[in-house]
């Protein structure tokens, strides 16, 4: 059993009411938890950093147990496509902000949570202010400036950052808190992977019930610090394989060359994580990636129009060309394309596109480095196609 985050001070000024006797009486029969625990959860502050797959079961099962405060980093509104693992919106809640409709849906499981909404992005500037009056910081973020951000100014701060990650099928969840004993985020990933190497859940997918899953191992952390009861993923990583439907345990070891929790840190401020995380050396181009031109779907569809000579590549799988596709494109996806060039005409203009301009950025910067010239990336995808210009080719 380890010590409890909650401090005490504050600790001493929480009491329980009649209704969160009645609320919680499941919770007081547990001899690990009882009254002084309940008390502990009531007085604990967590912060979830995105409101989304992984934020949303933690939050509502967080507000559930009673924890006395709920903040959700967030600025984003809620689209159809999330109804099928955030489970905190619903088909009403389409068009809306998500913080307003996460209140609602939180303070209708627990009225007597409060919830704060801190509307923005998390950056190296707001961070640290947002972080310092939590006790546990849920990591649900989907994108690795928010997690290194996440993770430095946690070890910065000394408070607990509770990870958690999904893909396809897998998900993996750690405490990361080197105060507490264990490693920190960067002892785990020095650096960010090279480009491609970890898609997002728009480009590769992901089961709807996974983020459930790793969210409520989120949250069940997250009520084990506030306790300072049991064993947490403190120095341990958790693999969930769920085609398989096996965990695997991984013993984390503190990095002694971390930069930032190792023995001589070199870091000791948050830095500049979009520049830290930017590519480097896109198939070992001399130009940056920023180097690919981009053209809007409203100048390509009046490119088409016009019947211009250009020759559109969609760099997506074939799985998703079967969901929904512009009409005129060739499919070679990305992992064949440096076999295929020679099937792309090199004296026509040539636009690349995927689902939101991620892989077909890659795709146009592989094209450059092996001599075509005439190459442009479609800003936005096939999604943006969908939305600009015609509304019959399925979302996804």
Request: hydrophobic share 40%; with cysteine; net charge negative.
């Amino acid at each position: 059993m380890s010590k409890s985050v909650i401090d005490e001070e504050r600790l001493s000024q929480i009491t329980l009411s009649s209704d969160d006797l009645a609320r919680y009486s499941r919770h007081l029969l547990l001899p690990e938890l009882k009254a002084a625990g309940q008390r502990r959860i009531k007085a604990a502050r967590v912060l979830c950093i995105g409101a989304g797959g992984l934020g949303s079961p933690a939050a509502l099962y967080l507000a559930a147990a009673g924890v006395g405060t709920i903040g959700l980093v967030d600025f984003d509104q809620v689209d159809i496509s999330n109804l099928q693992r955030q489970i905190l919106y619903g088909t009403n809640d389409v068009g809306r902000k998500k913080l307003e409709a996460a209140r609602e849906r939180i303070q209708d499981i627990n009225p007597n949570t409060e919830v704060v909404a801190h509307n923005c992005r998390l950056t190296s500037e707001n961070a640290p202010d947002v972080i310092a009056s939590y006790d546990v910081i849920i990591d649900g973020s989907d994108n690795f400036p928010t997690r290194y951000l996440s993770n430095d100014v946690c070890v910065f701060a000394r408070k607990p950052n509770i990870y958690g990650s999904v893909f396809r099928f897998e998900g993996q969840a750690s405490v990361f808190a080197p105060h507490l004993g264990g490693p920190c985020y960067r002892c785990l990933f020095p650096e960010p992977p090279p480009p491609g190497a970890a898609p997002s859940c728009a480009e590769a997918g992901v089961l709807g019930v996974l983020p459930g899953i790793v969210g409520l191992i989120q949250a069940t952390e997250a009520i084990k610090l506030i306790l300072g009861a049991g064993e947490t993923l403190v120095g341990r990583l958790l693999h969930f394989d769920a085609l398989k439907m096996k965990f695997r345990e991984f013993n984390l070891r503190r990095d002694p060359q971390c930069p930032v929790c190792g023995e001589n840190p070199t870091i000791f401020a948050p830095i500049d994580y979009e520049q830290f995380c930017a590519p480097r050396n896109f198939f070992d181009a001399e130009e940056p990636a920023d180097s690919v031109p981009s053209i809007s779907v409203m100048e390509l569809k009046r490119k088409m129009d016009s019947r211009e000579p250009l020759t559109l590549v969609d760099v997506r799988e074939p799985y998703e060309y079967e969901i929904a596709r512009i009409e005129g494109s060739k499919l070679i996806p990305l992992g064949e394309l440096e076999t295929r060039l020679g099937e792309i005409p090199r004296e026509k203009m040539i636009v690349m596109h995927c689902h939101s301009g991620m892989r077909s950025e890659r795709g146009a910067q592989l094209l450059r480095q092996a001599g075509f010239e005439n190459v442009y990336n479609l800003e936005g995808g096939i999604e943006a196609w969908s939305s600009e210009v015609d509304s019959t080719v399925p979302r996804y």
